[in-house]
């Protein structure tokens, strides 16, 4: 199952059952959202979910987002090259207009962003 829930009641607002069908994430994140388009919404998304382009995506419709991503997700090369040399409790972030994606050090690598 996937879900919009509201943050503090645990609400939900929207869900899809998966069944496998072959969707890609930002599809499934945006009709699950399609509703709180233009809302000035947050969401908060875990790794799975999270990339850069999803990110400016929803910020086209209003909605701003926060999480962890995946180093694989659309980390600008530069911040990557850069996370490489980061010693533990050390970060680095860069930032494209309303988008800022930063990675830091701590047992191992966490790179988040936030729109």
Sequence with gaps: MRMVCEAVSGYICNMEIYLAEGKNLEDTVLKLLDRNSGQSHHAYQDNYYNSVRLAQTLLDRNVRVCGTMRANRGIP????????????????????????????????FVCKYNP
Excluded at 82 to 88: G, I, Q, V
């Design 77 to 108: 090369r530069d911040l990557e090259e850069d996370s490489k040399h980061l010693k533990k409790g050390q970060s680095a972030f860069q930032r494209k207009g309303d988008i800022m994606v930063q990675v830091w050090k701590d047992k191992r």
